[in-house]
């Protein structure tokens, strides 16, 4: 297999990677509610330990769990809001299809993707305080915007060798 050939493997693999925890953190943020439901049973049966480790995770977990009963009860129109950010994820996941289908020209997906795992952290940062989000759980936030940029920054260096190997060779012309 040539190089080229290994390197467009390398980063076709990566993008599928990313993607697929894409589609996986979109799929999540439509059932919070069975969601919270699920942690927290599982917070008090057979996951205690970690909330005996973490002594404020069960009263986090219950507070939001109550928070999500009595909007899905009494207002289910503020959980569309998880809703659209669900789809999000989807749009741009799928957006990823662009530099698996040729890096090269799509490598601005890749930096896109790099910026916007970027503004993660300021946008945690200032609307977790606003919003009464513990900053234990501002750093869980953070986190996916680190997490996510990683494969990013290899796949964009990968492009980066691809580019430089498919690059037409320029043979200097005798003046």
């Known amino acids: 297999m040539s190089e080229r050939r290994a390197l467009l493997r390398r980063i076709r693999v990566w993008l599928?990677?990313?993607i697929v925890c894409l589609v996986l953190s979109g799929l999540t943020a439509f059932p919070l509610v069975t969601e919270l439901h699920l942690v927290h049973s599982a917070l008090t049966s057979w996951a205690s330990p970690a909330a005996d480790a973490f002594?404020?995770?069960?009263?986090?977990?219950?507070?939001v769990r109550r928070g999500l009963d009595t909007a899905d009860a009494d207002y289910p129109f503020l959980?569309?809001?998880?809703?659209?950010?669900?789809?999000?994820?989807?749009?741009i996941a799928?957006?990823?299809y662009g530099p698996y289908r040729d890096p090269v020209r799509n490598i601005w997906v890749v930096e896109f993707?790099?910026?916007?795992?970027?503004?993660?952290?300021?946008?945690?940062?200032?609307?977790?305080?606003?919003?009464?989000?513990?900053?234990?759980?501002?750093?869980?936030?953070?986190?996916?915007?680190?997490?996510?940029?990683l494969p990013l920054l290899l796949v964009r260096r990968m492009i980066k060798r691809l580019e430089a190997l498919?690059?037409?060779?320029r043979v200097p012309v005798a003046v």
């Open 16 to 18: 599928v990677v990313f």
């Open 55 to 63: 002594p404020g995770l069960l009263e986090w977990i219950a507070r």
């Open 79 to 91: 959980l569309y809001g998880t809703d659209w950010l669900a789809f999000a994820h989807l749009v």
């Open 94 to 96: 799928v957006a990823f």
């Open 113 to 149: 993707g790099m910026i916007a795992c970027a503004g993660i952290i300021p946008l945690a940062l200032i609307c977790g305080p606003i919003r009464g989000i513990p900053f234990w759980w501002t750093v869980i936030d953070m986190s996916f915007g680190v997490f996510g940029v």
């Open 166 to 169: 498919s690059a037409p060779v």
